[in-house]
């Protein structure tokens, strides 16, 4: 049986419910009233750069395609971590990330409250070969979405070093996220 539904037999009867529609229902859980309480705007979702599309939804998981630290501005933080590019420099890179992926999701949906679960991250951080410190780069990220969904933005995740990223950006990340069914 699929972790999505959970069947209950009781005197001949089945009830099959969908903890999708259950946790996206708590009265408490508004992502949007989140961003606004923690001073955040999100920006106009980036536009891909090459022969892809932001996200693709199938059944009740969005895949979303890699994005990195675009500023509002058109800045892009760029530069290898460990020698360009201090740390907190790509922890606000990532939370940037986070506020991108973040954007383009409500595009997507249409309202974020209708994320169920983020489920995984992949990180990829541009790194000088001595640089090991990628995952407190990545928290950027974490702690933005953890910070607008709560419980529900808790997600695994993979926080690696890369010889280069496109552009020579420093950050990029994908996100895998479960949501609401379409007809809710």
Do not use: W
């Amino acid at each position: 049986m699929k972790n999505k539904f959970l069947s209950i037999m009781a005197s001949g009867l089945i009830l099959v419910t969908s903890f999708s529609s259950v946790k996206a229902q708590d009265a408490d859980y508004d992502p949007e009233a989140r961003l606004a309480e923690m001073g955040l705007t999100l920006p106009t979702p980036p536009t891909p750069v090459a022969n892809y599309v932001n996200g693709v939804r199938t059944g009740n998981l969005i895949f979303l395609a890699g994005k990195g630290p675009l500023y509002p501005d058109g800045r892009e933080l760029r530069g290898k971590l460990g020698k360009d590019v201090t740390i907190e420099e790509g922890y606000d890179g990532a939370r940037m990330t986070a506020l991108n992926q973040l954007a383009v999701l409500k595009q997507m949906l249409g309202n974020l409250n209708k994320v169920v679960r983020v489920v995984k991250v992949l990180g990829m951080v541009n790194s000088d070969p001595d640089f090991v410190q990628q995952p407190a780069v990545l928290n950027g990220f974490s702690d933005t979405i953890v910070g607008v969904f709560g419980e529900r933005g808790r997600h695994a995740r993979a926080a690696v070093g890369m010889a280069t990223l496109p552009r020579g950006q420093s950050v990029e990340v994908e996100m895998i996220v479960e949501v609401m069914d379409e007809g809710q």
